[in-house]
């Protein structure tokens, strides 16, 4: 009786092997099989987050193309390619099984120029820089006067002359692109920190005074302007640097 339930043992043993061979060996002629009728190659790479970018930039800033083997694709190379594009701040490539690839990407975006001998280095909140232009855009970002920059070179970081802190300036910028009022600024005058000067797109000056108290001076500037334009009053300058309140000013006098 011993004997029969050791030979059940080894047969029941045996037959597990044999279904665990026969698996692996169909595994394997599936894959060499699907490696050669392409099932596994690419057909498309999609891209998710990008706004400025064009799909076709995104995937030639990847490296990535089709009809290449899934499987042989390096994710983590083409997460490093992405991330050498100046515009592209995060990127994330995963395989979506059996023939696609899905690009995710976070794009920088352009929040004010700084004039640099006769060109305008454009740069996103980080004070990263993204391009070098001959000539200004000041219908989308404004420029910063006041500043003087070290040769700048894009995808690196704006570099102040005289090794002078630039937090000041990227706070600045942080806090009126949060309060919704970056979008309405001109230009931005940093001559002298002690009495910032902004002007608005729609002609109005604000004597904004030292970056003291910054975001509560912007958002108290942000509704000031919402009043203004509610109530049509032809408002010529603002003052933040002539006492506790700020003056408005509606005409020349």
Sequence with gaps: MIEKRKVDKKVKKKKKGIIFFIFLMTFFIFTIISFKNGLFNITSIDVVGNKKLSKEQVIRASGGTTNENIFKVSLKNMEINLKRHPYIKEAKVKRKLPDKLAVNIVERREKFSIPYM??????????????????????????????????????????????????????????????????????????????????????????????????????????????????????????FNKGENPIIVTDDK
């Design 118 to 239: 006769e060109s305008y280095v454009y740069s996103d909140g980080e004070s990263f820089v993204l391009r070098i232009e001959s000539e200004p855009d000041v219908e989308k970002v404004p420029i910063i006067i006041g500043i003087n920059i070290e040769k700048p070179q894009i995808g690196d970081e704006i570099v102040l002359e005289k090794g002078k802190d630039i937090e000041e300036l990227e706070n600045f910028i942080k806090i009126a692109d949060e309060v919704k009022l970056l979008e309405q600024v001109k230009s931005i005058d940093f001559s002298k920190k002690e009495n910032i000067d902004i002007n608005l797109r729609n002609g109005i000056k604000v004597a904004f005074g030292p970056l003291n108290n910054v975001k509560y001076k912007l958002s108290y500037l942000y509704s000031i302007l919402e009043d203004v334009s509610k109530k049509d009053l032809n408002c010529k300058y603002i003052y």
